[in-house]
């Protein structure tokens, strides 16, 4: 049974009252820097691993995709998602990302936004996008850093009057399953090296188009903690191409 955390109440609700929950991707501080890698979709077949809201799936219907795939495991994010973020040409399935099984060549462009740290194979997971994807095709995904991921806990350190010190970083090399803290509540994620993340991609033939460590929107620098997202990178973007 895959840990579907999302679906259980006091998470949900937490989750709920954030920004990026709320606002949609006007809250997300690294909205700025994925929109940028993101191919035109026009006329685009698109699948959305982890689709959550379906706030991604309904920036790419507005922007002319031909047909939107949107998945997830939380049966509580897609009721709202086909509430809130529907389209004639939206389809959400509630499914693992790990689980879903498309034709060789169902999609133009592959997207997920900060899923796949809680997926133990990103190896399986790159070799299934690579075959879902047409000729050509783009797969731009984000994750939680691996300086963010490494520790575990995900926590600074802080001095004894609670000022924060500085972010720890331990046991980057060994990878898999972290018993970190969301919202104050445990939650299972995987680490993985930037190295693994690379060559991942580039073992089953992608060409790597972009990889970035997004700062906060300047705009939003203003919010409380935000001054210290820039203390450390928290999110890893990327963007692919298959041949």
């Not at 973020?85 to 990302?97: D, K, Q, R, V, W």
């Not at 000729?135 to 575990?152: I, K, L, R, Y």
């Not at 399953?177 to 104050?184: E, S």
């Not at 790597?208 to 935000?226: A, C, F, K, N, Y």
Request: net charge neutral; charged share 25%.
């Amino acid at each position: 049974m895959r840990e579907n955390k999302y679906d259980e109440k006091t998470f949900f609700q937490k989750y709920s009252r954030m920004d990026r929950s709320t606002k949609g991707l006007a809250g997300a501080g690294e909205w700025h820097v994925f929109r940028r890698l993101l191919p035109a979709f026009s006329g685009k077949r698109v699948l959305d691993l982890g689709c959550g809201f379906g706030w991604h799936c309904a920036y790419a219907a507005k922007n002319g995709a031909a047909c939107v795939t949107g998945v997830d495991l939380s049966e509580q994010m897609l009721e709202r998602a086909r509430r809130e973020n529907a389209a004639a040409n939206i389809n959400y399935l509630h499914t693992a990302i790990e689980d879903v099984s498309f034709p060789d060549g169902s999609f133009d462009i592959v997207i997920s936004s900060l899923a796949l740290h809680y997926v133990a194979s990103f190896q399986d997971i790159c070799v299934k996008v690579y075959r879902y994807l047409t000729a050509g095709g783009d797969f731009v995904f984000s994750v939680e850093h691996p300086v963010f991921t490494a520790q575990g806990p995900q926590d600074w350190c802080y001095d004894a009057s609670g000022v924060i010190r500085h972010w720890p970083v331990d046991h980057y090399f060994s990878e898999g399953r972290r018993n970190a803290r969301f919202l104050g509540e445990p939650v299972v994620k995987y680490h993985r090296t930037l190295t693994s993340y690379l060559m991942s991609l580039l073992g089953v033939g992608f060409r790597i188009t972009g990889v970035t460590e997004p700062q906060p929107d300047p705009s939003m620098l203003g919010i409380p903690g935000m001054q210290d997202e820039l203390r450390r990178p928290m999110m890893l973007i990327v963007s692919a191409k298959k041949e």
